[in-house]
């Protein structure tokens, strides 16, 4: 009952920026963590950034300080901005929204950053 889609995604040089965008809609109220998940080319799918359940935000230790978590309730959607990017940042890029035990997922969007 929920719908996530990603935006924002693209081909930028190393050392630019992108601001990738989730909307959600459906049981919006439901929610109760969102987060930023990443997938490159023969790894496994990894946390990026979150929010966590007492509200404060979580990243990995390859994105702090270059990557930023946030959100605009009104638009019910999510943002990562993404700065000084690298090319092992390339990587599909999936919203996520947990309610309860189940995740929902978005379609993902492309990051490619080029050397």
């Known amino acids: 009952q929920v719908q996530l889609v990603e935006s924002g995604g693209g081909l930028v040089q190393a050392g630019g920026r992108l601001r990738l965008s989730c909307a959600a809609s459906g049981t919006i109220f439901s929610i109760n963590a969102m987060a930023w998940y990443r997938q490159a080319p023969g790894k496994q799918r990894e946390l990026v950034a979150a929010?966590?359940?007492?509200?404060?935000?979580n990243y990995a230790d390859s994105v702090k300080g270059r990557f930023t978590i946030s959100r605009d309730n009104a638009k019910n959607t999510v943002y990562l901005q993404m700065n000084r990017l690298q090319p092992e940042d390339t990587a599909v890029y999936y919203c996520?929204?947990?309610?309860?035990?189940?995740?929902?997922w978005g379609q993902g969007t492309q990051v490619t950053v080029s050397s």
């Open positions: 929010f966590t359940k007492v509200g404060s935000r």
């Open positions: 996520n929204a947990r309610q309860s035990d189940y995740d929902y």
